[in-house]
T-cell receptor, first 113, second 116 residues
Framework: AQTVTQSQPEMSVQEAETVTLSCTYD???????LFWYKQPPSRQMILVIR??????QNATENRFSVNFQKAAKSFSLKISDSQLGDAAMYFC??????????FGTGTRLTIIP | GAVVSQHPSWVICKSGTSVKIECRSL??????MFWYRQFPKQSLMLMAT?????????EQGVEKDKFLINHASLTLSTLTVTSAHPEDSSFYIC????????????FGPGTRLTVL
């Protein structure tokens, strides 16, 4: 069975600084997708970034980027120039071609003004 | 684009009653919708996968007779919690798959169910 592990229950970062959230996963599939979702206090799940496993290039969305290491089964999220609005729960998620998402346990990110 | 709504946003009911939660894709057609349950300070747990026009596929440990799922159209899926009990109190979230190529799910805002 596929598993997703987020080893950091909580993280904090000073406003305008950079923070990296860790995620590892376990799978025997070769073709799959990886996602980072953000869940603010409103509890609305928001897609932050996604990565297709067949792509070697790391995905980037403005201040958000990933470090995808396929061999190591690692998918970390880097947030640059952290802003107060980035405070939320962040969930790493994995999905093989059958489209079912498996979520990690989440990392609560606090932004320190 | 890719907006998913849920109704109601919150509901309080008495033990033993049934509650229906609607999930709608507002600006796209979703052949597949998913239902999740989230307990406080925990991750999302997939309950079932709903395909339009066919029976839902339930995850192991989820009682299909208690959590009835209907996906009657490409824009609407419903979750009915039958004979609700206090332990069914939770946050229920639906999602809809937009584009097979990206395998991406868009999420509704969730429904908080409290059973007294």
């Amino acid at each position: 069975a596929q598993t997703v592990t987020q080893s950091q229950p909580e993280m904090s970062v000073q406003e305008a600084e950079t923070v990296t959230l860790s995620c590892t996963y376990d799978t025997s599939e070769s073709d799959y997708y990886l996602f980072w979702y953000k869940q603010p206090p409103s509890r609305q799940m928001i897609l932050v970034i996604r990565q297709e496993a067949y792509k070697q290039q790391n995905a980037t969305e403005n201040r958000f980027s990933v470090n995808f290491q396929k061999a190591a089964k690692s998918f970390s999220l880097k947030i640059s120039d952290s802003q107060l609005g980035d405070a939320a729960m962040y969930f790493c998620a994995y999905s093989p071609s059958n489209e079912k998402l498996t979520f990690g346990t989440g990392t609560r990110l606090t932004i320190i003004p | 684009g890719a907006v998913v709504s849920q109704h109601p946003s919150w509901v309080i009911c008495k033990s033993g009653t049934s509650v229906k939660i609607e999930c709608r894709s507002l600006d796209f057609q979703a052949t597949t919708m998913f239902w999740y349950r989230q307990f406080p300070k925990q991750s999302l747990m997939l309950m079932a996968t709903s395909n339009e026009g066919s029976k839902a596929t339930y995850e192991q440990g989820v009682e299909k007779d208690k959590f009835l799922i209907n996906h009657a159209s490409l824009t609407l899926s419903t979750l009915t919690v039958t004979s609700a009990h206090p332990e069914d109190s939770s946050f229920y979230i639906c999602s809809a798959r937009v584009d097979r190529a990206y395998n991406e799910q868009f999420f509704g805002p969730g429904t908080r169910l409290t059973v007294l």
